[in-house]
């Protein structure tokens, strides 16, 4: 039985949601004057996800599904500064057959996280934010504004970006996304609807750029001033691309202009790399409540912390995280028939031998012949409520290459002055509880406040836990020296050293501190995840 969706719009992962006939973002939902203000609502941005949506964006927004491991650490410099290792995945052969599966089909991007100062973002407390030290851990009424850094990478196949993930046929590339929230929980304001129909994200602002080789971005990537045909366009020859199967150094550190993230191939020798200063177009949105005024402030991006730890979040979000990697999920379905001038699904959802009349949370959709590559016809949507897609399907990495993409192989972070340093604790965490409060329609009816109804694998539309859940395994084999590597997927046959416990890793459910919006510094708690914090790191790199 599928359940139609309940005021929910989609938002889904990498850069997604344009109508498959224009390949043009999504026409703006009532109360909001360009798509451009609903880049985070209405589907083509990936979007950190907030942990109270309602006051951010109405009843118009969806839940990400984001299962992340966190690290811990009380080395200077390791909120700031730090090297990853990782390994493309493969995908199996383009040709569509029964059971194949790809990396698009996963996930619309995988990224490492960290938490950076936005002095005109929530919660509107000051003006200033003092960038990498841990004096920024203070009650939440008296928190610097606070935005979240995603360097993410884009698998290939399916439909070009900026009206879905892919950018390329055959190859990946990756992007430098800070998300801000315009809003003052304290006071109970949002940035003016005029100023957010203006920019991208709207009351999520972001910014944007592809890494490239100059390391100058192809288009400017502040929210006021971003075009999706420029910006947002990956077919320039300046764009970083890389190949499935490379290896590639990662490596972010603060400088005096901003953070800086750096790609090296390790199989071509390519370097890509971007800073997000003033200088290179990155900049904030003023914050103002009311009124018409929309006014970008020029801005270097730094770092918000010197360590990691449970006191360097980011007080908006739903997750706990500061350093991070994270696996976007839930935001591909099939489709049997899309209607083109709407962008939804207009046959059956899901994939071969498990259809059903599509639903509500069916849109995004693309047709076959859009495709870069793989001819298949979907659906970007987010499969909240449904949890019926095929991130939710048994088509995750299990040894068969053949009909399933291999792994991304990531190591632990390294961090210290010379990136030696390993980093102590390493914590798993899903925010399906985010994802299942009854709101968004669905079999889910989790209570937030209690814990009670929440699962870690959610119902589907058909009132049954999903088929499938992933989740993380590490490896004592890598391509450089037989260090560990983590992954997420099935298990591996070969590869996996210890999957701690499959799906029951993520551990119990997470109470968190949030202001409550307009309660004048009030907080109250709340449950958006699971955690599990392993007391060590099991995978030093």
């Known amino acids: ?70 690290y811990y650490s009380n080395v200077p410099g390791s909120g700031n500064r730090n090297t990853w290792q990782v390994t493309l995945p493969k995908d199996p052969p383009p040709a569509v ?24 973002s929530y919660p509107e407390v000051t003006s200033t934010c003092n960038p990498d030290t841990d004096a920024n851990i203070t009650p939440l009424a008296q928190h610097a504004g606070t935005a979240f850094m995603e360097l993410q990478f884009y698998p290939p196949g399916w439909v070009k ?16 996304n800070i998300d801000s929230l315009s809003q003052d929980p304290i006071n109970g ?22 890494l490239t080789r100059s390391g100058t971005p192809i288009g400017p990537p502040n929210p006021l001033q971003f075009d999706p045909a420029t910006s947002g366009n990956p077919t320039r020859p300046d764009v970083l691309f890389m190949r499935p199967g490379d290896h590639i150094s990662v490596s972010m550190h603060d400088t005096r202009h901003g953070l800086q993230t750096v790609l090296f191939d390790r199989n071509t020798h390519q370097v890509g790399s971007m800073t997000a200063s003033a200088a290179n177009g990155f900049g904030q949105i003023q914050y103002a409540p009311t009124g018409t005024s929309c006014t970008e402030i020029p801005y270097d991006f730094h770092p918000m912390y010197s360590t990691s730890g449970p006191g360097t979040r980011v007080p908006w ?8 990697f ?63 897609g095929t991130s939710y399907l048994p088509l995750w990495p299990d040894g068969n290459t053949k009909l399933h993409p291999t792994p991304a192989l990531f190591s632990s972070p390294l961090t210290g002055p010379f990136f030696n340093r390993n980093y102590s604790t390493a914590l798993f965490e899903s925010d399906t509880p985010r994802n299942e409060d009854p709101s968004f329609g669905g079999f889910n009816n989790c209570n937030r406040s209690t814990g009670a109804g929440c699962t870690i694998v959610p119902n589907t539309d058909d009132n049954a836990p999903a088929t499938f859940y992933p989740f993380y395994s590490i490896t004592r084999s890598s391509p450089f020296g037989g260090s560990c590597r983590w992954f997420i997927g099935n298990d591996v046959p070969g590869l996996t050293a210890n999957d701690f416990g499959g799906v029951t890793q993520y551990g119990t ?30 995978c030093p790199a």
């Open 189 to 210: 304001t949002n940035l003016n609807s005029t100023c957010q129909g203006e920019i991208l994200g709207g009351t999520e602002y972001v910014n944007f750029a592809f």
């Open 1 to 70: 039985m599928a359940m139609a969706r309940v005021t929910v719009a989609v938002a889904t992962g990498g850069v997604l949601g344009a109508t498959a006939a224009s390949a043009q973002p999504a026409a703006p939902a009532a109360g909001h004057t360009t798509a451009k203000s609903q880049a985070c609502i209405t589907g083509y941005l990936l979007c950190t996800e907030v942990q109270d949506y309602y006051h951010a964006f109405g009843d118009t927004y969806v839940g990400h599904d984001e299962p992340s491991v966190l």
């Open 161 to 176: 970006q900026f009206a879905s993930s892919s950018c390329d046929a055959r190859d990946w590339c990756a992007a430098l």
């Open 97 to 120: 057959k029964s059971g194949r599966s790809w990396s698009f089909e996963l996930t619309p991007a995988f990224w490492f996280g960290m938490a950076m100062c936005d002095s005109q």
């Open 326 to 388: 994270d696996e976007e999920i839930g935001h591909f379905d099939y489709c049997s028939n899309v209607d083109t001038t709407t962008g939804n699904c207009a046959g059956l959802e899901g994939a071969p031998g498990d259809q059903e009349p599509a639903d509500g949370d069916d849109n995004a959709c693309f047709p076959a012949a859009d495709s870069l590559l793989v001819q298949v016809s979907g659906c970007n949507g987010t499969n909240v409520p449904g949890w019926d």
């Open 317 to 324: 979000t739903a997750h706990s995280y500061n350093i991070a």
């Open 509 to 538: 459910l997470f109470p968190q501190t949030f202001l409550v919006f307009g309660g004048a510094g009030a907080t109250h708690t709340v449950i958006d995840d699971y955690q599990n914090n392993l007391g060590r790191n099991p």
